[in-house]
């Protein structure tokens, strides 16, 4: 977990659990298991529930209990072991259940979705309309407003979970994950215990860490410095002046709840930064440019949307926040960089009540030095500059993943590694995406060894 010890002032660790969740095992794993007194039992128990592949299990078991390697805490899960239970990991057991698999989410924190519930600022709502942030097999509410607002994702996610019955086992903070070329099975181990399945689907997601930039100076810093992981609500910054170190959706929001406590922000644009109203014509900006693409090639869609965005929104060059010359769509397709939807914050940079600065060379110890020569004295700093994935960290031996913690296979096909290795919640798409891997997964592992094995 991430200790925000050389950023925050605040006294108290604060711990980052990953994104997922699971379906209710019918092994009971409250209590440790002896893996040479239950595992024959295993099969017994569960073999009209779950379709028991009874030979294979029998010879995974014997290799395993010879292995100098074995854990006095082990224990053989039938189905697909799942790493984090935040919206990709409860997508993925659910879409398991329903092709009657059952799956072990194993969460490091105490509670589903928990990038939601601890890393989230207050005012914080879904940027797309609910239609498209829908998890497999089961939509929001009807009474739902258009755009949810965080608590109400939140209640989403565990009406969700109990509806499916799914049951993580939390406090599981993973260690490491290798597949076991003896047994042919995956070993992930925690801080306990050590689970082993045929399969392990990583649900951690493309924002388990903060990111943390490394900008000059930074240590020196004598006031309050956060990254908007810990950033709740502008009354904590109440008159003071703020410097916030990125552009994105979180950085933009961040400077608009700060002006509602009198605060007065100051935003770093490093690059260039497409801004695009979130609605136009009153439809939302996203649903156009799907509905569009359906019709049209991607770079008139593109066209089109800045088009819109210039006649509503006006020239964003002249506000310091220039343009990239890669469209939109094109750009996040190609690099994951997600385009700004406007909720209130380009008025106030219009306004003058959000400053934009063009880039930091220095941080002193009681503000910032930057690159148009300027220098500027702030009593915070908060960083928006985003997060990343922790999967390298824990994830042995692996060729699936690459040093970013993402698959190296691109777009749509970056769901399925080898050897069992599955991954939910990696494209760079949302919900939507996430919603796609789960039900690609689920189909994966039905069609093939587990239909196989329990035939």
């Known amino acids: 977990s991430f200790q925000p010890t050389t950023l925050s002032r605040s006294p108290q660790p604060i711990s980052f659990s990953s994104s997922s969740r699971l379906p209710l095992l019918s092994i009971k794993t409250e209590h440790p298991i002896s893996f040479q007194n239950r595992a024959p039992k295993l099969c017994q128990e569960n073999q009209a529930q779950m379709g028991c592949y009874c030979k294979e299990e029998e010879e995974m078991r014997e290799s395993l209990s010879s292995s100098p390697r074995k854990s006095p805490k082990m224990m053989l899960i039938k189905g697909p072991i799942i790493i984090g239970a935040g919206p990709s990991g409860l997508a993925a057991s659910a879409c398991l259940k329903k092709q009657g698999i059952p799956s072990l989410i194993l969460e490091r924190a105490d509670c589903i979705a928990s990038l939601w519930a601890r890393r989230t600022y207050d005012r914080l709502k879904l940027h797309l309309p609910k239609q498209f942030c829908e998890l497999p097999l089961m939509g929001f509410p009807e009474n739902f407003p258009k755009y949810p607002s965080k608590q109400q994702f939140i209640s989403y996610m565990e009406a969700y979970a109990t509806h499916f019955n799914l049951s993580p086992k939390f406090n599981q903070e993973v260690k490491s994950a290798e597949f076991d070329e003896e047994s042919g099975a995956w070993r992930v181990k925690t801080g306990e215990f050590e689970y082993v399945s045929k399969w392990v689907i990583v649900a951690t997601g493309e924002n388990a860490e903060p990111l943390i930039p490394e900008i000059q100076g930074i240590e020196k810093f004598q006031g309050k410095l956060v990254h908007t992981s810990l950033y709740k609500s502008g009354a904590e910054f109440r008159n003071q002046r703020v410097l916030v170190v990125g552009c994105g959706n979180s950085g933009m929001e961040v400077c608009l709840d700060l002006c509602r406590f009198n605060a007065h922000p100051h935003m770093v644009v490093r690059n260039s930064v497409h801004v695009l109203p979130r609605e136009m014509f009153g439809l939302s900006t996203f649903g156009v440019a799907m509905a569009l693409l359906k019709w049209f090639p991607l770079r008139l869609v593109d066209k089109f949307l800045l088009l819109v965005a210039n006649l509503i929104l006006g020239n964003t060059d002249r506000l310091g926040l220039r343009r990239p010359k890669t ?30 600065m063009e880039g930091v060379k220095e941080i002193t110890r009681k503000g910032a030095k930057f690159l148009d020569g300027q220098e500027k004295e702030f009593d915070s700093i908060i960083l928006a500059t985003g997060y990343k994935s922790n999967v390298p960290f824990w994830l042995k031996n692996c060729e699936f993943f690459s040093d970013d913690g993402m698959p190296k296979t691109p777009f749509p096909n970056g769901w399925k590694g080898g050897k069992g290795l599955y991954a939910v919640g990696f494209t760079r798409r949302g919900i939507l995406g996430t919603a796609s891997d789960a039900i690609k997964v689920a189909k994966d592992i039905a069609d093939g060894q587990w239909r196989r094995t329990s035939s």
């Open 327 to 356: 469209g939109p769509i094109e750009l996040k397709n190609a690099t994951g960089k997600t385009p700004v939807l406007d909720v209130g914050a380009l008025s106030l940079i219009k306004s003058g009540k959000i400053k934009v």
